[in-house]
């Protein structure tokens, strides 16, 4: 794809685009714009979702997506590749276009072998290949599973009336030794740094002045609305958390209507 043309599609939509801004929260506007990846090339066979409307549509081969939203309507963007997103349609209104950020799947080790070119090659090799060893498996060390968390460091285990029985030393020196709550607290930091990661990219200001077009001292009011509030995680779903900002931001905007916030509260005082 030239840039001629992205340039072309970006300046039709900069001249047609409708501002949402001017429509009243009845007025249905036939909302365009486009989907970005990182390095802002466009991505194409995206879902975008209008979740008040239940509507969507799917990005072409440009990126485009057209959708007939509402003023105060919240876009979810869909693609296996990336993360899911929350937009304000009044955000997509002002910019125009939408940014996504790729989405990491950890992938189990992969081993690749040569067995020839023929199906006579790879059964030949098959049946004689012997069973591939790790070095500490030649040697008879004991195998380790990465995903096995160990006895100290599980919350679970070391509170359980079964350690208290068995070895009541290790039940009372991992559940009071200031050391060991610390080593527990660094390795479950440690084994949780992507999920802590991609959790604080949610719900940071930016991100949420996307899902809600506030900014300002309106912005740090909702985000602390929000975490005072929040019940999803770093160990929920993308999905999960986004939909429960979605629930918070329409409790949010009905408070505010009815002056029940305690930024209305002390500006009447």
Not at 21 to 29: H, L
Not at 175 to 190: G, P, Q
Request: proline share 4%; charged share 25%; aromatic share 10%.
């Amino acid at each position: 794809m030239s840039h001629r043309t992205v340039l072309l599609a970006l300046a039709a939509l900069l001249l047609f685009q409708p501002l949402l801004k001017a429509q009243t929260s009845d007025t249905v506007v036939h909302l365009t714009g486009i989907i970005y990846d990182e390095l802002f090339i466009p991505v194409p066979a995206t879902h975008v979702i209008n979740i008040n409307s239940h509507q969507g549509d799917v990005t072409d081969t440009l990126g485009i997506f057209r959708l007939p939203v509402h003023a105060s309507d919240t876009l979810l963007i869909l693609n296996i590749a990336f993360r899911d997103t929350l937009v304000a349609a009044e955000s997509v209104s002002r910019k125009g276009y939408i940014t996504l950020k790729k989405k990491l799947y950890p992938l189990l080790e992969a081993r690749v072998f040569v067995w020839g070119s023929s199906y006579d090659d790879f059964k030949e090799a098959f049946i004689e290949m012997p069973n591939q060893q790790t070095m500490g498996e030649s040697m008879g060390l004991p195998q380790q599973d990465p995903e096995k968390v160990p006895l100290e460091m599980d919350e679970k285990a070391i509170k359980s009336p079964a350690l208290l029985i068995t070895s009541p030393v290790s039940f009372f020196y991992y559940n009071f030794n200031k050391h060991a709550k610390s080593a527990r607290k660094v390795y479950w930091l440690e084994k949780n740094r992507e999920k802590h990661k991609i959790f604080d990219g949610i719900i940071n200001g930016d991100n949420l002045s996307d899902i809600t077009s506030l900014s300002g001292p309106k912005l740090v009011e909702f985000q602390a609305f929000l975490l005072e509030r929040m019940v999803c995680d770093f160990n929920c779903t993308e999905l999960a958390i986004y939909k429960e900002i979605h629930g918070l931001w329409n409790v949010f905007q009905e408070l505010d209507e009815r002056g029940m916030l305690n930024s209305n509260k002390k500006r009447e005082e």
